[in-house]
Structures are given as C-alpha cells and as structure tokens.
C-alpha cells in the first residue's frame, strides 16, 4: 500500500518537472511568435508555477489525511507508542527485580 503512495509522488514530481519544462517551452514559443512580450511569458510562468505549488501543497496536505485517518482505521501502533511501552516493561522490570532480590537473599540464608 505504501509502495503505491511512494510511485504515486514520484510520478507526481517527474510530472511536475516535466510540466514547467513544457511551460517554458510553450511560453517562449509565443513570445518568439510575437503573441506575447518576454515581460507577460515571465510573470505568466511565475503565476502558473505558483499556482501549481499551492496545488500541490494542498494535495500533500490531503494524502497525509488520508493516509493518517487510513493508519488509525487499520489500529496500527506508532513507534512512538511503542517506544514509550518498552520504557515502561524495562522500568517495571527492574522494579520487580528489585522486588525479588530480598526474597533471594532470605532464601539463601536458610
């Protein structure tokens, strides 16, 4: 399932390189066609470009919903919630080692 979300956002860059390459492309085209100055293909490219960042930060924003509320449907423990419970097991068991090391000693003595 993650390997579908990793290609899907690498496709997503290379089509983000390949689309500014073929902005610029079509841009300078019409400005060597005299249907635009140099000045308008410029702040055109700059506003599609900006345009199409904040798409694409709304997209991200939206996979990683998806992607959370996915993770928290299918109850799969962070490895943060892990970490912190394996504190816990060492914690807990050193107090009953501890706990126990008395009850050794007295049965040694005997």
């Known amino acids: 399932m993650f390997e579908i979300f990793k290609k ?3 496709a997503g860059l290379g089509l983000a390189v390949v ?3 073929k902005l610029e492309s ?3 085209k019409l400005v060597e066609e005299g249907k635009m100055s140099r000045t308008e ?3 055109m490219g700059q506003e599609l470009l900006e345009s199409g960042e904040k798409q694409w930060t709304d997209f991200e924003t939206r996979l990683q919903e998806t992607v959370k509320g996915f ?3 299918m109850d799969i ?3 943060s919630d892990l970490k912190k ?3 816990k097991v060492k914690a807990l068991d050193m107090r009953l080692k501890a706990l126990e ?5 007295k049965a040694d003595k005997k």
């Open 85 to 87: 419970l394996e504190k």
């Open 19 to 21: 689309t500014k390459t």
């Open 8 to 10: 899907s956002i690498f």
């Open 41 to 43: 293909a410029e702040k």
């Open 101 to 105: 090391e008395p009850k050794e000693k």
């Open 26 to 28: 079509v841009l300078e």
């Open 71 to 73: 993770l928290q449907n």
């Open 77 to 79: 423990c962070k490895a």
